[in-house]
């Protein structure tokens, strides 16, 4: 499966303008190697209880801007996949179906709306400018509390929630944020030499 001219334009991420031809082995390849990217991120961890401060949120925004909602989407739900089969991919390296249903699991289902908001904002080209492309993330993280809170209070109740899961990880989200949303349009500025010479052949 070769991507044509017309998909790229429809879903100009930055992976689709750097590798505009990804057959469906690579496709593959791409998505297992960004989910254990995420892995990789996860293990990044402040050992908060009940729920852990790790750089998942970092690595699911960024590479959901990068790849789009459908590979973002789907590198989500790949990385999901693992760790409950007991790969360890989750925060300190823990695995299970414990962690998708237990206090922390709104969370990660959180990342798979997450990914396919940021990654389709991204294709609407919210991802060349740091203002929008904070913006983008920050609409993806209210998707993950939204998602993460209300499952949360099944476990420490409602009147927990926001000391709990909500108000220790605001300053490490903005960070994550703000240095995702940086690293987006400074790819797109390096890229541009690169589409300058393909258009502009010697």
């Given at each position: 499966?070769?991507?044509?001219?017309?998909?790229?334009?429809?879903?100009?991420?930055?992976?689709?303008?750097?590798?505009?031809?990804?057959?469906?082995?690579?496709?593959?390849?791409?998505?297992?190697?960004?989910?254990?990217?995420?892995?990789?991120?996860?293990?990044?961890?402040?050992?908060?209880?009940?729920?852990?401060?790790?750089?998942?949120?970092?690595?699911?925004?960024?590479?959901?801007?990068?790849?789009?909602?459908?590979?973002?989407?789907?590198?989500?739900?790949?990385?999901?996949?693992?760790g409950a089969l007991g790969l360890p991919v989750f925060a300190?390296?823990?695995?299970?179906?414990?962690?998708?249903?237990?206090?922390?699991?709104?969370?990660?289902?959180?990342?798979?709306?997450?990914?396919?908001?940021?990654?389709?904002?991204?294709?609407?080209?919210?991802?060349?400018?740091?203002?929008?492309?904070?913006?983008?993330?920050?609409?993806?993280?209210?998707?993950?509390?939204?998602?993460?809170?209300?499952?949360?209070?099944?476990?420490?109740?409602?009147?927990?929630?926001?000391?709990?899961?909500?108000?220790?990880?605001?300053?490490?989200?903005?960070?994550?944020?703000?240095?995702?949303?940086?690293?987006?349009?400074?790819?797109?500025?390096?890229?541009?030499?690169?589409?300058?010479?393909?258009?502009?052949?010697?």
């Amino acid at each position: 499966m070769r991507m044509t001219t017309s998909t790229i334009n429809n879903s100009p991420t930055l992976v689709n303008a750097a590798f505009p031809f990804i057959n469906h082995k690579q496709e593959i390849v791409l998505i297992f190697l960004s989910s254990w990217l995420i892995a990789l991120a996860a293990q990044v961890s402040i050992p908060l209880k009940p729920v852990p401060l790790t750089g998942q949120t970092f690595a699911v925004l960024f590479i959901a801007a990068l790849l789009g909602k459908k590979r973002g989407t789907l590198t989500v739900m790949t990385y999901l996949a693992q760790g409950a089969l007991g790969l360890p991919v989750f925060a300190s390296g823990k695995s299970g179906m414990y962690h998708i249903i237990g206090p922390s699991g709104g969370y990660l289902f959180g990342f798979v709306l997450a990914a396919f908001v940021v990654g389709w904002l991204s294709e609407k080209g919210w991802d060349r400018k740091f203002v929008r492309s904070t913006i983008a993330m920050l609409i993806g993280n209210l998707f993950i509390y939204g998602c993460g809170l209300p499952w949360l209070a099944n476990f420490i109740g409602w009147q927990n929630i926001l000391r709990v899961g909500f108000y220790p990880f605001i300053l490490g989200d903005i960070i994550k944020i703000m240095l995702a949303a940086a690293f987006l349009p400074s790819g797109w500025i390096l890229l541009k030499p690169r589409k300058s010479s393909k258009s502009n052949p010697v």
